[in-house]
């Protein structure tokens, strides 16, 4: 699994850094992203472009970290 710490990034620069990522890592089928965010509000951003996008994820919330795992299923999501 591929991680991502955005926690000392800010959408919109975040959601930049994100969708490289995915652009990149697109072409894993069936690979994982872990997400890493300071705040629940920085993600914010983040959770709409998935739901837009129709990915799988899941929110975690661990000590003061937030982090969502992104599923890629398949290949042509971006």
Do not use: H, W
């Amino acid at each position: 699994m591929n991680v991502l710490d955005l926690r000392s990034i800010r959408c919109p620069l975040a959601l930049v850094t994100l969708k490289r990522e995915l652009i990149s890592t697109y072409k894993l089928k069936n690979s994982s992203l872990k997400l890493l965010f300071s705040t629940q509000s920085s993600m914010s951003d983040i959770v709409l472009y998935l739901d837009k996008k129709s990915y799988e994820y899941q929110v975690f919330k661990d000590e003061n970290v937030y982090s969502i795992i992104i599923t890629i299923n398949y290949i042509g999501k971006t």
